[in-house]
C-alpha cells in the first residue's frame, strides 16, 4: 500500500514539472459545433464540424483540420476575432470563412486554403495585412470565376502583395462590383473589369477620391 501512494506522489509530482505550454493552441483551445456539406454524388448532407470561438491566449494559432474524426470546414462569426492573433494558419478542409471571423487582429499575411469558397464580409477587414496568398478565384482580375467574396472583406489594411505578385488592394465579387478595398492608396484611378461598387466596399480605408 505504501508503494502504490509514494509512486501516486511521483507521478503527481513529475506531472506538475511538465510545461504547461503543452496543450497551447490544441483542440481545446476552440468551441466546436457540428457543420453539415451536401455532397452531390451521394445526393446527402455529411456530417462535419465548425470553429464557433478561440479561447485561447497564444498569438501564433494553428487551426485544427478535424475535430472527433469530422473535418473543420467552418470558421464562425467572430471566432477569432479581437484576440492580437499575429499569425494564423488555416487547414486546406475548410470551406467557409464566416463574417468578422478574424477581425482586429495584428495579422501582416495571411494564406487562405484552395479550399475555401466563401469569405465573409469583414472577415478579415482592421488587421495590418500587407500579403496574401488567396485561391485564385477571388482575384479581381479574374471576375468570371470569382465565387464567394462578400463587401469589405479585407477592408483597412495595407495590402500589397497578392499571390506573390504587386496588388493595390482591389477584389471584386462575382457579380463584377467592387466588394473590398483593402490597400493603402487614398487615390483610385481606375479599377478594371468593374461594374458597381458594393455598399461600403471603401469604408475605412481613407479613400480621398
Same mark, same amino acid.
Given at each position: 500500500?505504501?508503494?502504490?501512494?509514494?509512486?501516486?506522489?511521483?507521478?503527481?509530482?513529475?506531472?506538475?514539472?511538465?510545461?504547461?505550454?503543452?496543450?497551447?493552441?490544441?483542440?481545446?483551445?476552440?468551441?466546436?459545433?457540428?457543420?453539415?456539406?451536401?455532397?452531390?454524388?451521394?445526393?446527402?448532407?455529411?456530417?462535419?464540424?465548425?470553429?464557433?470561438?478561440?479561447?485561447?491566449?497564444?498569438?501564433?494559432?494553428?487551426?485544427?483540420?478535424?475535430?472527433?474524426?469530422?473535418? *473543420?470546414?467552418? #470558421?464562425?462569426?467572430? %471566432? =477569432?476575432?479581437?484576440?492580437? &492573433?499575429?499569425? @494564423? +494558419? /488555416? $487547414?486546406?478542409?475548410? !470551406?467557409?470563412?464566416?463574417?468578422?471571423?478574424?477581425?482586429?487582429?495584428?495579422?501582416?499575411?495571411?494564406?487562405?486554403?484552395?479550399? *475555401?469558397?466563401? #469569405?465573409?464580409?469583414? %472577415? =478579415?477587414?482592421?488587421?495590418? &495585412?500587407?500579403? @496574401? +496568398? /488567396? $485561391?485564385?478565384?477571388? !482575384?479581381?482580375?479574374?471576375?468570371?470565376?470569382?465565387?464567394?467574396?462578400?463587401?469589405?472583406?479585407?477592408?483597412?489594411?495595407?495590402?500589397?502583395?497578392?499571390?506573390?505578385?504587386?496588388?493595390?488592394?482591389?477584389?471584386?465579387?462575382?457579380?463584377?462590383?467592387?466588394?473590398?478595398?483593402?490597400?493603402?492608396?487614398?487615390?483610385?484611378?481606375?479599377?478594371?473589369?468593374?461594374?458597381?461598387?458594393?455598399?461600403?466596399?471603401?469604408?475605412?480605408?481613407?479613400?480621398?477620391?
Amino acid at each position: 500500500m505504501k508503494r502504490i501512494w509514494l509512486l501516486m506522489v511521483v507521478i503527481l509530482v513529475i506531472s506538475m514539472c511538465l510545461p504547461v505550454s503543452a496543450a497551447a493552441s490544441g483542440k481545446y483551445d476552440f468551441i466546436y459545433y457540428h457543420a453539415k456539406v451536401y455532397d452531390s454524388v451521394l445526393r446527402r448532407n455529411l456530417e462535419r464540424a465548425g470553429i464557433s470561438q478561440y479561447y485561447g491566449n497564444d498569438t501564433d494559432v494553428i487551426i485544427p483540420s478535424s475535430y472527433m474524426g469530422y473535418d *473543420v470546414i467552418e #470558421i464562425s462569426e467572430y %471566432a =477569432f476575432s479581437g484576440k492580437d &492573433l499575429k499569425n @494564423i +494558419t /488555416i $487547414p486546406n478542409s475548410v !470551406i467557409e470563412i464566416q463574417e468578422y471571423a478574424f477581425y482586429n487582429n495584428q495579422l501582416t499575411n495571411v494564406t487562405i486554403p484552395d479550399s *475555401v469558397k466563401s #469569405i465573409g464580409s469583414l %472577415a =478579415f477587414a482592421s488587421n495590418a &495585412l500587407v500579403e @496574401i +496568398t /488567396i $485561391p485564385d478565384w477571388f !482575384i479581381y482580375k479574374d471576375v468570371a470565376s470569382n465565387s464567394g467574396l462578400e463587401t469589405n472583406a479585407f477592408n483597412n489594411n495595407k495590402i500589397k502583395t497578392v499571390n506573390g505578385e504587386s496588388s493595390n488592394g482591389l477584389f471584386l465579387s462575382r457579380y463584377g462590383a467592387v466588394a473590398s478595398y483593402g490597400g493603402e492608396a487614398t487615390v483610385i484611378d481606375f479599377i478594371p473589369n468593374c461594374y458597381s461598387i458594393d455598399s461600403y466596399a471603401f469604408s475605412n480605408c481613407g479613400i480621398t477620391e
